[in-house]
């Protein structure tokens, strides 16, 4: 008995410490995390001037603009990667270009265009995410998704955003 208390208490121990290097290695902090429906989302601090420099050739480029995306877009979709992650994105969005899959809200790779109408792609994206029961996708309800964006993050969290959904369209 005391074994398995001792083999549980060093697990235990151990999981913490694998916890603490990892959020220590991703620059990340547990300031303002909370359980899904218990309280705000966690507020992003990321900037792309922190971002630690990619020698892979996978990175993506800051998005400038343009006819196709829709608009104006100033974000950069590799900071809008780490958005995604502490913002709580992927828990309920699937988005092939942040690794995501999760399946409670929309699908960002294939649901945008079509819920779109005429607005331009970018401001429309934008516009779902501060003001996300404006337009409800097909098959899913107003109040879902948290309205706080648009006061909990950044302009330019909101811009990597924006570029990072528009990256996978």
């Given at each position: 008995?005391?074994?398995?208390?001792?083999?549980?208490?060093?697990?235990?121990?151990?999981?913490?410490?694998?916890?603490?290097?990892?959020?220590?290695?991703?620059?990340t902090d547990t300031s303002g995390a909370s359980s899904v429906g218990i309280g705000s989302l966690p507020v992003s601090t990321f900037?792309?001037?922190?971002?630690?420099?990619?020698?892979?050739?996978?990175?993506?480029?800051?998005?400038?603009?343009?006819?196709?995306?829709?608009?104006?877009?100033?974000?950069?979709?590799?900071?809008?990667?780490?958005?995604?992650?502490?913002?709580?994105?992927?828990?309920?969005?699937?988005?092939?270009?942040?690794?995501?899959?999760?399946?409670?809200?929309?699908?960002?790779?294939?649901?945008?265009?079509?819920?779109?109408?005429?607005?331009?792609?970018?401001?429309?994206?934008?516009?779902?995410?501060?003001?996300?029961?404006?337009?409800?996708?097909?098959?899913?309800?107003?109040?879902?998704?948290?309205?706080?964006?648009?006061?909990?993050?950044?302009?330019?969290?909101?811009?990597?955003?924006?570029?990072?959904?528009?990256?996978?369209?």
């Amino acid at each position: 008995m005391i074994k398995v208390l001792t083999a549980a208490l060093v697990g235990t121990i151990i999981g913490i410490i694998v916890m603490v290097v990892v959020i220590a290695l991703s620059g990340t902090d547990t300031s303002g995390a909370s359980s899904v429906g218990i309280g705000s989302l966690p507020v992003s601090t990321f900037s792309a001037s922190s971002a630690p420099s990619s020698s892979g050739g996978s990175s993506t480029p800051p998005s400038s603009g343009g006819s196709s995306s829709g608009g104006s877009v100033t974000g950069d979709a590799n900071a809008g990667k780490a958005v995604f992650a502490s913002a709580g994105c992927a828990g309920c969005h699937t988005l092939a270009q942040a690794g995501a899959t999760g399946a409670v809200g929309p699908n960002l790779d294939t649901a945008i265009k079509g819920d779109a109408g005429s607005t331009p792609l970018a401001a429309f994206i934008k516009e779902s995410i501060v003001d996300p029961n404006k337009v409800i996708a097909k098959g899913y309800t107003a109040g879902v998704m948290p309205a706080n964006f648009g006061s909990s993050l950044s302009s330019t969290d909101i811009d990597n955003l924006v570029a990072l959904i528009l990256s996978g369209q």
